[in-house]
């Protein structure tokens, strides 16, 4: 059996739908953006601690995971959902295993098929043989998380091509809001919703008007702290689906109309790549084989949370339940490779020296290993400098630079120079840094020292972080 992959992308151009192409545009889309603002908007405390936690993993679950599709019609008997081995310990494990803080489950997906016994509609697990009825993947998924202290995720479509009064604008807003009631209410603590922002026609012929105010107002009044991803305020879609963020990310955006209530000022919208370790979204079997090789993923990585976002990393469970074997696996290959690429911060307690910082934010705060300090110069005037010297001739291939976001993000340009034993070399020309930038270059076998030279920024920079490593290749 074959299936068809479509994209969001493909889809919102096929449908015309305008929500998410507002935030097409690349982060670096000229213009977007007066400079002197950006600083001015903040993450929130949530916002902070998901950009963070850097890794997001997502599971694609529902009647698609039995009947090879990747998006389902609508018209699915429950009964083919039956996953007899169910163990959502064993999703929560290999993420936490592999360094993952939040997971997603696909509570429901464009099918309609709800993986919670829902009062709203008898197109749920209720009416599967699984658990003989009485079974609940959102109850037993958000218990394992809750158990492990991972954070819970939901995604809950709101393209529905099952539901009979979607098409019918207020019936169907009452019915996804009362979805999102039941989600919110009976679980526990929910830390992110992920709105997709597909809108099919409804098989009546009429065109949904999805009420986001209602949505949104839901979920601020049932789990205050939880944050409402892509069609939403808080964190925003990168605008590809291959795990890819731009070279220059911007956290500071102007507000998109839907999203954000205010208009009138820049929002802390920070960016997430969501991509899939298989080629589709949902399991399909003969796609054991065709899980993404180690240097991908890492490729992955270092485009995503190198590059100021966070990784949504998509991991299906099988049709018995469970992550499958190759993909636990490739987790676990891909913890090893991270833990080994920084293993060892050679810039960590070195001598630091160039422009002196503010009383209690010293130069040497970037080496510190503290999250809570950063360097922040005291004089008036780009460009700013700082030197790192070590003791002895290092390998070294990899920078990480951080600048402390909870005050803002700052840093337009900045330069990268290395000095090997006989000379300097410049190996990175960047843009933006956020949270986190992972620069990668060649190898130089006997590094002494390196410079980074902040060329433009938003206000005197405030850095938290400038890591040096020799890492291995993948
Ligand atoms: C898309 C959906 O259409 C896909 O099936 C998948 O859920 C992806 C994450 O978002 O818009």
Redesign the pocket.
């Known amino acids: 059996m074959t299936y068809t992959h479509?994209?969001?992308r493909d889809?919102?151009s096929s449908v015309g739908a305008g929500i998410l192409a507002s935030s097409f545009p690349g982060s670096d889309a000229p213009g977007a953006i007066e400079p002197e603002d950006r600083a001015d908007a903040r993450p929130t405390p949530q916002q902070l601690a998901w950009q963070e936690a850097e890794l997001t993993m997502?599971l694609?679950f529902g009647v698609n995971t039995f009947t090879n599709r990747?998006?389902g019609e609508g018209s699915e008997n429950p009964r083919i959902f039956n996953p007899v081995d169910l163990d959502a310990h064993q999703w929560v494990s290999a993420a936490k295993n592999a360094g993952f803080n939040y997971l997603i489950l696909?509570a429901k997906?464009?099918d309609g098929f709800c993986l919670w016994p829902s009062k709203f509609t008898d197109h749920c697990v209720t009416s599967s043989p699984w658990r003989g009825g009485k079974g609940d993947v959102v109850g037993e998924f958000t218990r394992a998380c809750h158990d492990a202290k991972l954070k819970v995720g939901l995604?809950l479509?709101p393209?529905d091509r099952h539901e009979r009064c979607y098409g019918d604008s207020p019936a169907y807003n009452q019915y996804y809001a009362n979805q999102l009631t039941e989600l919110l209410s009976n679980y526990g603590d929910v830390a992110e919703v992920?709105f997709?922002?597909?809108n099919g026609e409804g098989s009546n012929g009429k065109k949904q008007v999805y009420d986001w105010r209602a949505f949104y107002s839901t979920i601020r009044r049932l789990q205050p702290k939880a944050l409402i991803a892509?069609s939403g305020p808080d964190i925003r879609w990168v605008g590809n689906?291959d795990g890819f963020a731009h070279e220059t990310e911007w956290s500071v955006r102007d507000p998109d109309p839907v999203s954000h209530a205010r208009i009138d000022r820049k929002v802390w919208w920070p960016a997430e790549c969501?991509v899939?370790i298989r080629p589709g979204?949902?399991w399909h079997k003969n796609e054991d084989e065709k899980i993404k090789s180690l240097s991908h993923l890492m490729d992955i990585y270092f485009k995503s949370v190198g590059r100021n976002s966070n990784l949504?990393l998509?991991v299906p469970p099988n049709d018995r339940g469970l992550l499958s074997d190759p993909d636990v696996a490739r987790l676990r290959e891909f913890r090893t490779a991270l833990d080994r690429t920084f293993m060892e911060d050679i810039a960590r307690g070195a001598a630091v020296s160039g422009d002196s910082g503010q009383p209690g934010h010293e130069g040497r705060r970037v080496v510190d290993g503290r999250p809570d300090t950063y360097w922040q110069p005291d004089k008036s005037g780009a460009p700013y400098t700082l030197q790192i010297d070590l003791t002895k001739p290092r390998p070294f291939n990899l920078s990480v630079l951080e600048e402390y976001i909870a005050d803002g993000q700052r840093v337009e340009s900045y330069r990268i120079e290395i000095k090997g034993t006989d000379r300097w070399e410049t190996v990175v020309e960047g843009t933006t840094i956020g949270h986190k930038k992972i620069d990668r270059f060649r190898r130089v076998a006997d590094c002494v020292g390196v410079r980074l030279t902040t060329l433009k920024s938003r206000g005197r920079p405030q850095l938290r972080r400038f890591g040096m490593f020799g890492a291995p290749d993948f």
């Open positions: 479509t994209t969001r889809f919102l997502f694609h990747e998006w696909t997906h464009h995604y479509s393209w992920w997709d922002g597909a892509i689906e969501d899939s979204w949902f949504l998509n």
